[in-house]
């Protein structure tokens, strides 16, 4: 994990510090806490542009994450299964009728989004929530769904694939099969 993945916690200390320099040196007129807490104001800025310039593996896989959710949203199902290992032809086959037969109405909206990185960097778990509806492609039924999802992601020839699917009950986490239906 880099340093400052997450920018704020060091922005907080930063700040703090540049507090205390700036009140301890103005109390006691002492230019070098002054020029101190000046050094850690202008630290700041640079934790933000570094946290600019670092891309994280977690932060591609949450990118990936992102762009699978804008795929199903344009309801292109060769870009969906783009996202898919090859080892997931059961995955494959269920997302291809399911999206026949459905179309998840934009804007999807997506929650929760969290990415554990495992092995190096070499294999991720990403954990969300997907809200939106669902309209069936015949006949016009639609529905509200609430689904929460964990994906298994494995970079091959350097790009994050989806190694394994799991839908998760929304309520309490437990696996339930994909085309479930929402509860």
Do not use: H
Not at 21 to 46: D, F, M, P
């Amino acid at each position: 994990m880099w340093l400052i993945e997450d920018p704020y916690p060091p922005v907080i200390a930063l700040a703090i510090g540049a507090v205390v320099c700036a009140v301890i040196g103005k109390q006691r007129q002492n230019l070098l806490l002054l020029v101190g807490a000046g050094v850690l104001l202008a630290s700041i800025g640079l934790v933000f542009v570094i946290d600019l310039l670092v891309v994280t593996e977690a932060e591609i896989v949450a990118d990936r994450v992102m762009e699978l959710k804008d795929a199903v949203e344009n309801d292109d199902v060769d870009r969906v299964l783009s996202f898919l290992g090859e080892n997931l032809e059961a995955e494959r086959l269920q997302i291809y009728a399911a999206m026949g037969a459905f179309r998840l109405v934009p804007p999807i909206r997506l929650t929760d989004v969290d990415v554990e990185m495992k092995l190096n960097d070499s294999y991720a778990l990403s954990f969300f929530r997907a809200n939106g509806t669902v309209r069936a492609k015949q006949g016009g039924f639609e529905s509200r769904i609430a689904t929460r999802w964990k994906l298994s992601w494995r970079k091959v020839a350097g790009e994050w694939k989806v190694n394994e699917v799991q839908r998760l009950d929304p309520m309490n986490g437990e696996p339930i099969n994909i085309l479930s239906p929402s509860r």
